[in-house]
């Protein structure tokens, strides 16, 4: 028996540390969505007490708006750059998913086209999110160029 087995083509699952990293990263990003949503009604508020002629209001809005300018964007380059390397590490090994890479549960391993649908499909959803986040970035500068004056 020269090819693999089948139990050669299933990746196995991560330690429980691996699992427990992957857990909480999930668990921040729903809880950044939470403070996105919090932050949402914050901005309203802000900006009617604002809009009442509220100096200190306004200088919050600031803060709160750049805040929200910085982080919303960085969060989705993050996950655009951390898709492309994975592509990227799928395309060299030619197998899905790449060795060394963390996972929750064990999984059948993908190769040779297959994995590079795999890794096209990541490239195409990390370009559509820095796309994304160059957009919301602009979108969101000039929101702040609107609250300086």
């Known amino acids: 028996m020269d090819g693999p087995t089948p139990e050669d083509d299933v990746a196995p699952a991560g330690s429980s540390a691996q699992r427990a990293v992957l857990i909480a990263l999930a668990a921040s990003a729903v809880l950044g969505l939470v403070v996105l949503l919090a932050a949402r009604g914050a901005i309203g508020e802000l900006a009617g007490a604002a809009c009442r002629g509220e100096a200190q ?51 059948r391993r993908l190769r040779g086209p297959a994995a590079n649908r795999v890794a096209a499909a990541m490239v195409v959803l990390a370009a ?22």
Not at 67 to 79: E, Q, R, S, T
Not at 86 to 93: C, D, L, T
Not at 136 to 142: D, I, N, Q
């Open 57 to 107: 209001a306004v200088i919050r809005l600031r803060l709160l708006v750049t805040v929200v300018v910085i982080l919303v964007p960085a969060g989705a380059l993050g996950i655009a750059l951390y898709l492309g390397l994975i592509a990227r590490r799928i395309r060299r090994a030619q197998v899905f998913p790449p060795p060394g890479m963390w996972l929750l549960r064990p999984m």
């Open 128 to 149: 559509i999110l820095a796309v994304a986040a160059a957009a919301l970035f602009a979108l969101s500068s000039r929101l702040l160029q609107l609250l300086a004056r």
